[in-house]
């Protein structure tokens, strides 16, 4: 199957790329997926939408020996932990990466919807709709694909998750460290030496926004501090035909 058509150099659509780069990427490292969608026109454009969470430095880290001019896309919801800020900040500084973004809402949209910033108590899906959903969908606009860092092992809904996935019709997903466990992660990031949040020596393992995210007690679920005692159990980053749609009944997210 030809994945990127030679007489007008389009993409072939998503549904048809997808298992394709998945049966040839099977046994692939996290390493060799990245560089391959990197660098594939039959992938096209790419960015890395980041959280700068608590493993987040890992792609980062890969991503800036791959390919630094990469885009990267963070999502500032302006109700992320001061610490969030500052290791981004610092993260930014010390990694050779050329194209980090900072996406933030349309300020009139905010100054609409959540003038004082209390929206996140009434209605935690309108809150991520107005400060992560529709920015990230207006910046992933130029965009074929964009990468994530999920794993299969955070989530029982993510336990067949696959390096490649649809993400509506015309955009793909793209999750190089699907494979990878706790474990790898660690292992990469003190190998490495790569400076961690600072969060999660304060029991974040999962770090979102400030009024949503509490720290998880010893055998909790990773991402039980997420929006704590509510129903909610991801942010809608998942599109589908360009439009926001809640994927899966269980404790999820983008990053
Ligand atoms: S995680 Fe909470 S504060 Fe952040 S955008 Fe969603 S509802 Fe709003």
């Known amino acids: 199957m ?13 549904a048809d790329r997808v298992p394709v780069l998945n049966e040839h990427y099977k046994h692939h490292s996290a390493t060799d997926v990245l560089s391959h969608a990197l660098n594939d026109p039959a992938v096209g454009r790419v960015a890395l939408v980041s959280s700068f969470g608590a493993e987040s430095v890992v792609l ?33 500084a010390s990694l050779p990466l050329t194209d980090i973004r900072t996406i933030r809402a349309d300020q009139a949209a905010v100054d609409f919807d959540d003038p004082d910033g209390t ?8 809150c991520c709709n107005l400060r992560k959903t529709v920015p990230l969908e207006k910046a992933l606009g130029g965009f074929d694909a964009w990468i994530t860092g999920r794993k299969r092992f955070q989530a029982s809904t993510r336990s067949t998750l ?16 699907a494979h990878w466990g706790r474990e790898d992660i660690e292992e990469y990031i003190v190998n490495n030496r790569l400076p961690r949040h600072p969060l999660v020596a304060k029991g974040y393992p999962s770090i979102g926004c400030a ?39 269980a404790k999820e997210s983008a990053a």
């Not at 005692?229 to 589908?240: L, N």
């Open 2 to 14: 030809r994945l990127e058509s030679l007489t007008t150099g389009r993409l072939a659509p998503v």
């Open 211 to 249: 009024p949503c995210t509490s720290p998880v007690k010893p055998g909790e679920d990773p991402r039980a501090g997420r929006w704590r005692g509510s129903d909610k159990t991801e942010c809608g980053i998942h599109f589908i035909n360009g439009k926001a749609v809640r994927m899966v009944p």
């Open 60 to 92: 980062l880290h890969l991503l800036s020996v791959i390919k630094p001019d990469t885009p990267v896309l963070f999502v500032d919801t302006q109700m992320l932990f001061p610490e969030t800020m500052a290791y981004q900040q610092e993260l930014a």
């Open 119 to 126: 929206l996140h108590q009434f209605s935690t899906d309108s």
């Open 162 to 177: 696959n390096f490649f996935e649809e993400d509506g019709e015309h955009r793909m997903k793209i999750n190089p460290l």
